[in-house]
């Protein structure tokens, strides 16, 4: 890893390797995480300007958290909510935000630290192509039409959202990764 950026590795292609002076957790085999239930809280669905245009591409917006009171020894429950945001100057066919609760166990107890990166990242991107084919399936059975979302940029979220936790965690990475510092990770190609 040089300072002006990620490393881009030839196995498997386009896969980014990350500072390995940005801090992690334990790896997801080495604490074995694992996804035991997912909830869906809540479903906010409202019309919106117009719903006669034909289908639009959308960003969605995710939030992990680690519920309050969740960490224990054996697991914890991480929360995510979502909105769906439309391009400026698009008239929004519909206005759209949820959560999911999810449930995780492990073989090894987990640090508050480690807990709080596993839900603000691996939630949400365990989660997003499911919440990508929810406002698919609701909006099309609201509107007559649906509305995309733009596929999650894996490598650039994690990357963005580690920085952002080891910034709010004061841990030095100030040899860290360079770049697109977006954290949303949206794709945004068309």
């Known amino acids: 890893m040089t300072p002006e950026g990620p490393v881009q590795s030839d196995e498997p292609p386009n896969r980014i390797i990350l500072e390995a002076r940005l801090p992690k957790p334990p790896s997801v085999s080495e604490c074995g995480l694992q996804l035991v239930k997912v909830r869906l809280v809540s479903v906010i669905l409202g019309r919106g300007d117009d719903a006669g245009d034909p289908p639009v591409i959308a960003t ?3 939030v ?5 009171g969740s ?6 429950r991480a929360l995510v909510t979502w909105s769906v945001d439309f391009p ?8 759209m935000s949820g959560k999911h609760e999810l449930e995780f166990t492990v073989k090894e107890a987990l640090s508050q630290a480690s807990a709080e990166y596993y839900a603000e990242v691996n939630s949400v991107v365990l989660l997003y192509p499911y919440v990508r084919q929810l406002v698919d399936e609701l909006t099309v059975k609201s509107l007559g039409r649906n509305v995309m ?3 999650l940029d894996v490598p650039q979220f994690v990357t963005g959202r580690t920085r952002q936790w080891a910034q709010r965690h004061k841990i030095n990475q100030s040899e860290g990764a360079s770049g697109d510092d ?9």
């Open 71 to 76: 960490l224990i020894e054996t697991g914890f």
């Open 149 to 151: 979302i733009r596929p």
């Open 88 to 95: 400026d100057g698009v008239r929004s066919p519909v206005s």
């Open 60 to 62: 969605l917006n995710c």
């Open 182 to 190: 977006r954290s949303d990770g949206q794709d945004t190609s068309e």
């Open 64 to 68: 992990g958290v680690l519920a309050e």
